[in-house]
């Protein structure tokens, strides 16, 4: 039986993003990095695992979703759209990919994904339906997904994970993704008029997108001018729509917009933040040693020495004198067995006031005590050990 189908055309030409390239570059990097670090720790390459795992049952979870409860387009289900993925793949030179409709709970969204070997487009329904008959904003949202497929932005997803964590850059490189698969959207679209229909009606739905002022919205990129605005942007992993529509119809626009002043902005603000930073590392670098040492919380740590040094003591009087009957009577004469027995290790002394700890003997038992935080034997801070502990 003779095939039907009409061939592969040749690919648009359609230049990439300018960043795009070199910001997969980056990323790929920081993964390869990452990716050792996580081999020579062994232990890490195990919580990749489990994240890999995660991440895969979560995509099946999805997938199963998508197949068993959307429309799978095809020559009886929904034909003009299927006719449209197919004619708008040929332009792009590559072969149609699956392509489903699934109801989204008002959701304007689209998106391309892969499931192994398999290609495939997702078209949420009340996208599809808010373009109504402007095919050209329609064939603008398939074309940029297929943009994903065509481009390779879903190859190698796992190996360039790690690199797409790293905060700024992994959303660069989104954001330049997405201004690529702009421009394949609105070249298939046939009138670029219309098909910017597309992205303004992820602005403002479908029935004030459709009235939407383009010119205005472009001018709504000074509002993106602030530092904190720009850093809200350079975290997302979508370019705000106004410098979307501004990227491929830049005649209509702001005079007055500048992309520098906001840039310079936020390189102020994440300069204050990192000597903020700094000079409190610094600052807690220069302050712990004298909380530890002679600050508040030195009393803790030396009432803890103290409790260990009484255990010391008590273990080596013990140990010396088994009879409770023949307790030393003073320090001096624990330090003079303690230098015989254990000659090189010093006596502890009070960390209070530097002298020897205070001893005094009872009959058949004794009691050791520390001057505690004032220095000072006889007040009330002082701390007491009873021996033997009965």
């Not at 290609?119 to 943009?147: P, Q, Y």
């Not at 933040?273 to 670098?285: C, D, K, Q, T």
């Amino acid at each position: 039986m003779e095939n039907t189908t009409p061939p592969v055309s040749r690919a648009l030409d359609v230049e990439r993003w300018p960043t795009e390239l070199p910001l997969f570059a980056l990323v790929a990097l920081c993964s390869v990095f990452v990716w050792i670090l996580l081999i020579v720790t062994v232990i890490g390459l195990v919580y990749a695992a489990f994240l890999g795992v995660f991440f895969f049952v979560a995509h099946v979870i999805f997938m199963s979703r998508v197949q068993g409860s959307g429309a799978k387009l095809g020559p009886d289900q929904f034909p003009e759209i299927h006719d449209a993925v197919a004619r708008l793949s040929r332009q792009m030179g590559m072969e149609p990919p699956e392509a489903y409709i699934v109801q989204s709970g008002g959701s304007l969204n689209a998106l391309a994904t892969r499931f192994f070997r398999r290609k495939i487009i997702v078209l949420f329904s009340d996208l599809l339906e808010a373009c109504g008959a402007n095919t050209a904003a329609r064939d603008m949202i398939i074309g940029h997904e297929l943009a994903h497929l065509k481009c390779g932005h879903l190859n190698w997803q796992m190996l360039i994970l790690p690199g797409l964590f790293v905060p700024f850059l992994g959303s660069a490189l989104s954001r330049a993704r997405e201004y690529t698969c702009d421009r394949f959207g609105l070249a298939v679209a046939g009138d670029p008029g219309s098909g910017l229909r597309g992205l303004s009606i992820l602005a403002a739905g479908p029935v004030y997108g459709a009235r939407m002022n383009m010119e205005a919205f472009t001018r709504q990129r000074s509002d993106m001018s602030t530092g904190l605005m720009t850093l809200a942007e350079w975290l997302s992993s979508h370019p705000p729509l106004a410098k979307r529509v501004a990227a491929l119809s830049p005649e209509p626009g702001a005079p007055d917009y500048s992309p520098a002043r906001g840039n310079l902005r936020a390189l102020g603000i994440l300069g204050t933040a990192a000597a903020l930073f700094v000079v409190m590392v610094v600052g807690a670098a220069v302050v712990t040693p004298w909380l530890i040492g002679s600050g508040p919380f030195a009393a803790a740590g030396d009432a803890a020495r103290v409790q260990g040094d009484f255990e010391v003591l008590s273990a080596f009087i013990e140990e010396q004198w088994p009879d409770p009957a023949l307790y030393p009577e003073s320090m001096l004469e624990i330090r003079e067995r303690w230098e015989r027995i254990r000659s090189g290790e010093p006596l502890p002394i009070d960390p209070f006031d530097g002298y020897e700890y205070g001893f005094a003997s009872y009959g058949d038992f004794y009691e050791m005590w520390s001057s505690g935080l004032d220095g000072r034997s006889g007040t009330d801070d002082d701390i007491y050990f009873d021996g033997p502990p009965y």
